[in-house]
């Protein structure tokens, strides 16, 4: 029984993935203006935000970079003044920390807070009360990622 | 009170897909092989199985690609038997249809059966009643990103 509920939910989500896809390849080639930052930007600046010993390497393994390509992104969020490169006191000195500055702080809130509004389409059918039952779900959503992340970045050590 | 509980499911939403894109970036670098398909490709089976009146044009509206580019990515499908270029008859004769295939419906299923699976971290929390509950949320997102998506097709016009 699990079983075929989880599939229908699986089946579910990859069908709004795709349709979402589909809305944003249209979003994004109908842009006014280009993003300030590169999606894989934004992403360091939540990994940033998410983690207190990320480093250069985790990015490379993350986005299955180079490490000089690495270099060039974060230099530019740090030319930006977004986050900053500390030295690691509890591990191998020549990896520096990647921390968000404040400033970095209140721009990725920025982001979140504007891009946020780019979602609306994926509830426009939902009145207020059906809101606030979704919202508990889509914190179990949360959870559940952010527990598969966190595993995904400790399995590197 | 709607705003608000609005807003928070976009944060909430905007988290997630955050995190989503961060477990992908390290799905697609570490994937043992490369999928059969291009992300585009794919999205143009679904959107051949949605409707009925697909043409180039519409898809290099939604890519934001040169007719050219789209049609070498149609024609590499074409060519996999997944796709037909049927006669538009009740519009303009030099406007190809795009038209799935049984085959093409055949693959585009199994590639939701197969993709569907790398969701599961999305609710590796659930227990299986509220599997059972998240289901009808997630019906009414389908309905709602639909809605929007098919919005787009048909303003082109």
Chains 1, 2 share one sequence.
């Not at 390849?25 to 842009?31: G, Y």
């Not at 934004?42 to 390497?57: F, G, H, P, R, V």
């Not at 990725?108 to 039952?133: A, C, D, N, P, T």
């Not at 979704?134 to 949360?142: A, S």
């Amino acid at each position: 029984m699990r079983n075929n509920v989880l599939a229908d939910v699986l089946e579910l989500i990859f069908d709004i993935s795709l349709k979402t896809r589909i809305l944003k390849e249209w979003q994004s080639s109908n842009a006014a203006r280009k993003p300030k930052y590169s999606g894989k930007q934004i992403l360091i600046l939540e990994l940033a935000d998410n983690y207190d010993s990320l480093t250069e390497k985790e990015l490379g393994i993350i986005f299955g970079m180079a490490t000089s390509s690495v270099n060039d992104l974060v230099e530019k969020l740090v030319h930006a003044g977004l986050i900053e490169k500390h030295r690691n006191e509890n591990g191998d000195s020549r990896e520096k920390l990647i921390k968000l500055t404040e400033e970095g702080a209140d721009e990725l809130s920025e982001i979140k807070k504007f891009g946020s509004k780019r979602y609306e389409y994926l509830v426009s059918r939902f009145q207020e009360s059906e809101l606030e039952g979704f919202i508990d779900y889509l914190k179990l959503v949360d959870e559940s990622v952010g527990s598969s992340m966190r595993s995904i970045i400790f399995q590197q050590y």
